[in-house]
């Protein structure tokens, strides 16, 4: 029989499946990392649908599955999917803000088989977490939340975005974790991703704050062990301060995939900023898209490198990067991630940084994450592009984030 | 976690909870599974730790496993020497332990 596809025979079939039920949220946290024109999606998949994703997908072997958003305890349908999920043998984990949650939901979702439940916190203080997400109540609901899980018996895991305006407060954060009974606790510098990007000047650290903030907590680490205390804690820095790339999502269609609340596959939840077109489980079988789709096949392996990471030792290591971060970086989404220290762009980076440390910015200058504001965009893009064609300008992939950033 | 103490044959230990042991058909081996995360056991591996069920001691597993398999001469430490290991990782909670 005749290979059509040679990339399709290493392939191996997906571990993970990210669930985004609903790009609907009731926060605005800048730092989101959907995608900017998320309003332009809203025809979410029912529940039928969702049940036919997750039996492609455990049929083909993916093992873990999140569900996420958006805020997805918005479905009303969602103990539905993770009964349906937890019996086809899922291992279920909720990603959520923590807002809609009640005491009585949690005990329904553990009954329908819910194992995990990580709850997003913002900020140590109701004012900050309130400037952040735009929410009066959250902070206070997503304590009690906390309690309610923790009480219900589920494994704890709480995540923190961590960014300029709220990294110095690191140590209360963490107190505050220890206080609820938290197992696992990630501190996890936001990615400039979707309105991350956007809003990157005024989120990123300095590195003397990652500096202290990393300081502070190893000094965690060891009050806790001193204690006997048995809560994890994840820090991650940036990509912008590091100087080699990571392996994102394992590779690209190695081991993820994304099916975002309109049914488009995507190999990682950023994916959909790329000048690409993605495949939509409601047209063709997850099985046909994993395996077969041009989207899936365009950058496994290492034939589409670029020269510099094919002669790399690390090319099968960190598979040349993150392509959103290439492409919103370079406009190039081929091109090296520029966090590795051998791209010819990785001074952007630098300057980036250097340039930051002189800004000062506050919570205001962060644009909410709505869907005005997301409408706002794309009418700022279309002008964009009319005003690049009037003028004969090549329209250039980069256009999407320098329009958006001259706002 | 700090403190592992040295392990007795009476030992009983259960999976810690919100992790599961899971075969994976697809993938053709035991997969454990927690929050956000999974690891892929070898045959050994999944082996024991599908006996690790909070009744049986570290003794009656060694003891099940040489029965079944009557070749593995070094079972009775690969078994001691995989729950160290698993119960570092932090996969297992101790339903009893006793001490010398």
Known sequence: ?407 | MSQQLAMSHHDIYQLRRGWRLQWEAIQGCHVILYPEGMVKLSATAGAILEQVDGHQTIGDITAILQQRYPGAETLADDVVQFIDEARSNGWLAVKEVHCG
């Open chain 1, 1 to 407: 029989m005749v290979n059509l596809n040679p990339a399709a025979e290493a392939t191996s079939p997906p571990l993970w499946l990210l669930a985004e039920l609903t790009y609907r949220c009731p926060l605005q946290c800048a730092y989101c990392s959907n995608p900017l024109a998320f309003t332009r999606y809203q025809n979410e998949l029912d529940t039928e649908a969702w049940f036919s994703v997750l039996r492609q997908a455990r049929a083909m072997g993916a093992a873990q599955l999140g569900f996420s958003g958006g805020e997805p305890l918005i479905r009303q349908d969602l103990e539905a999917l993770v009964s349906e999920a937890r019996q086809l043998g899922f291992y279920t984990n909720l990603l959520t803000s923590g807002v809609g949650l009640t005491a009585q939901r949690v005990d329904a979702l553990a009954e329908a088989g819910l194992d995990h439940i990580q709850i997003s916190l913002q900020a140590a203080d109701p004012e900050l977490a309130q400037a952040l997400a735009g929410s009066a109540k959250a902070h206070a609901n997503k304590l009690a939340m906390a309690k309610a899980v923790k009480a219900a018996g589920y494994p704890m895991v709480l995540n923190v975005v961590l960014h300029r305006h709220n990294i110095d407060q690191i140590g209360d954060l963490i107190a505050l974790c220890d206080e609820l009974g938290a197992d696992a606790v990630e501190l996890a510098n936001c990615q400039y991703y979707g309105w991350a990007f956007l809003n990157r000047k005024a989120l990123m650290p300095t590195r003397e704050q990652l500096v202290r903030a990393e300081a502070e907590t190893n000094r965690w680490r060891e009050t806790l062990a001193a204690r006997g205390r048995d809560m994890s804690l994840l820090f991650v820095v940036p990509d912008y301060f590091e100087q080699a790339p990571k392996a994102c999502m394992g590779g690209w269609g190695s081991i993820f995939m994304t099916v975002a609340p309109d049914g488009a596959v995507l190999p990682c939840h950023s994916a959909r900023e790329l000048p690409m077109t993605f495949p939509n489980v409601q047209e063709t079988s997850l099985q046909d898209i994993w395996y077969q789709s041009d989207a899936f096949n365009r950058f496994r392996g290492t034939q589409w490198m670029p020269t510099l990471c094919q002669q790399c030792d690390d090319r099968d290591k960190d598979h040349g990067g993150c392509r959103c971060q290439a492409y919103l970086l370079t406009g190039d989404m081929n091109a090296t991630d520029p966090v590795c220290q051998h791209s010819p762009q990785h001074g952007l980076l630098e300057s980036l940084i250097t340039e930051n440390a002189t800004i000062t910015s506050d919570q205001a200058t962060l644009i909410p994450r709505n869907a005005r504001q997301s409408k706002l965009l794309q009418t700022k893009q279309l002008q964009g592009q009319a005003e690049s064609q009037s003028s004969l300008a090549a329209p250039s992939p980069r256009q999407l984030p320098e329009l958006i950033y001259r706002q």
